[in-house]
């Protein structure tokens, strides 16, 4: 329910290019709504894995780039590439579409090959290969005695590795043209507006948006009238949204905390490099998870130099699923065992 926006904060704030350019609207729009992900976040109650609470702070460089949050998903980024420098053999060449072997792909699942700025060749060492990433500019500090790397900004990450590919309003597109849009579609409508938080942001800042000589008064209009509709079993759009939303079920910020019982075991892996999506969005649902009690495991990957695929950080991503499952079914036989002897 919050991906524009967290699209923004992550991406979008960090170029000019395209919709976002320097006096139009929509750069206004997505500056907007990037400082809307800030309060959501900071009304979300999130903590990091060992307890400590994430929030986002006011900056001097930035929208909303400080903070313990801030702090946390900077340190995503790092991980992410100190795992790829743990367990990469070198020399390296990585693959043509961002990905590793994947295992064979489900009928009817497309997997896109949306990986920004990734290296390509062959790499004989982990400097040649984070010389090739730093480029112009050094944003990664490699320390070759100890193969690992620290990043100086998510900026920087993201100008070199997860350039924005959507335009403002990345899933709920101003002119209803993203797939999510037809998702949200009726029998009467094919396609319709759903994201609350930015028909709220185009409502309270229309005053604003209207000095610039670009800007469309009516897209405000369809998102308020668009919300409004029903489907054929009379849900609202703000139902529907809540029924798509895993966050919904698991985060205490949403009124369907308690409506469901989570799985025991969790698994999410995603690559970090993928524009299709800011990484915060998975992020976010697995540290909602390991705050619930009954959940006893989150495996968490955002692996390195993948975009939108099958993400491993090695191996086949259908045996090391295999894997996973007898694991948590072992521990379950371990656990029942137990309690019955």
């Not at 998903?73 to 590793?100: A, K």
């Not at 997997?111 to 790499?123: H, K, N, P, Q």
């Not at 004989?124 to 010389?131: A, F, G, K, L, S």
């Not at 009726?186 to 709220?200: G, P, R, V």
Request: some cysteine.
């Amino acid at each position: 329910d919050t991906a524009d926006e967290a699209y923004e904060w992550t991406m979008g704030q960090y170029t000019t290019d395209g919709t976002r350019g320097t006096g139009t609207w929509t750069g206004a729009l997505s500056d907007d709504l990037a400082s809307s992900y800030a309060k959501y976040i900071n009304d979300l109650g999130l903590r990091s894995h060992n307890g400590r609470p994430l929030s986002l702070e006011k900056s001097e460089d930035g929208i909303y780039t400080s903070g313990s949050y801030y702090d946390y998903m900077l340190q995503i980024v790092e991980d992410s590439l100190n795992n790829f420098l743990n367990e990469t053999s070198f020399p390296y060449s990585p693959n043509s579409d961002g990905s590793r072997d994947a295992g064979p792909v489900p009928d009817g699942v497309s997997l896109s090959s949306d990986v920004a700025g990734s290296s390509s060749g062959t790499f004989r060492t982990p400097q040649e290969y984070i010389d090739s990433l730093n480029g112009d500019e050094e944003w990664i500090i490699y320390n070759s005695s100890t193969n690992t790397a620290e990043i100086t900004s998510i900026e920087a990450f993201v100008k070199h590795c997860k350039s924005p590919t959507k335009d403002v309003g990345a899933f709920d597109d101003l002119g209803r043209d993203q797939a999510e849009n037809e998702l949200f579609g009726t029998d009467e409508y094919d396609s319709l507006h759903f994201d609350s938080i930015m028909a709220n942001v185009l409502k309270e800042n229309a005053d604003k948006y209207s000095e610039f000589s670009d800007y469309d008064s009516s897209k405000a209009t369809s998102y308020a009238n668009d919300l409004k509709k029903l489907d054929k079993f009379n849900n609202t759009i703000e139902n529907r949204s809540n029924m798509y939303n895993p966050m919904y079920y698991v985060s205490p910020y949403y009124d369907g905390i308690g409506s469901s019982d989570p799985a025991k075991y969790w698994r999410i892996n995603a690559g970090i490099e993928q524009t299709d999506t800011s990484f915060t969005v998975e992020t976010n649902f697995a540290l909602a998870l390991m705050q619930i009690s009954d959940v006893e495991s989150v495996e968490f990957n955002e692996v390195w130099g993948q975009g939108h695929t099958q993400a491993e950080r090695k191996g086949s991503a259908s045996a090391n699923f295999i894997n996973w499952v007898n694991e948590c079914m072992s521990d379950e036989s371990n656990f029942f065992l137990d309690d019955f002897f």
